[in-house]
């Protein structure tokens, strides 16, 4: 059974930094897209960014690009997203997500798999 679990969220101010970690479990990530999605109040979740576990290959918003960046650990099944120069805008909850192959999308419902979410919350 996959699991993934996210940490790392929290409080921080305009201009500063946070890292969100995924620790996923349950079996080999080897051929699956991992991802990071945002929800905010109202609307649907938002798609961050991307990673091809395999290869590393990613992709990301336009309104994170040169911000945030995304990144896995095999060693220790983790993927993170590392989130500089945080806007007030940036508040959301953020899920972690998982897709068992290895085409990247931008769409939640292509996503089989999902964290619990923790809350990002950036103060101006």
């Known amino acids: 059974q996959v699991q993934l679990v996210e940490s790392g969220g929290g409080l921080v101010q305009a201009g500063g930094s946070l890292r969100l970690s995924c620790a996923a479990s349950?079996?080999?990530?080897?051929?699956?897209?991992m991802a990071w999605f945002r929800h905010f109040p109202g609307k649907e979740r938002d798609f961050v960014a991307a990673i091809i576990w395999t290869g590393g290959g990613t992709y990301y918003a336009d309104s994170v690009k040169g911000r945030f960046t995304i990144s896995r650990d095999n060693a220790k099944n983790t993927v993170y997203l590392q989130m500089n120069s945080l806007k007030p805008e940036d508040t959301a909850v953020y899920y972690c997500?998982?897709?068992?192959?290895?085409?990247?999308?931008?769409?939640?419902?292509?996503?089989?798999?999902w964290g619990q979410g923790t809350q990002v919350t950036v103060s101006s």
């Open positions: 997500a998982a897709k068992a192959d290895v085409a990247i999308s931008v769409h939640n419902w292509q996503y089989r798999y």
């Open positions: 349950g079996r080999t990530f080897s051929n699956y897209v």
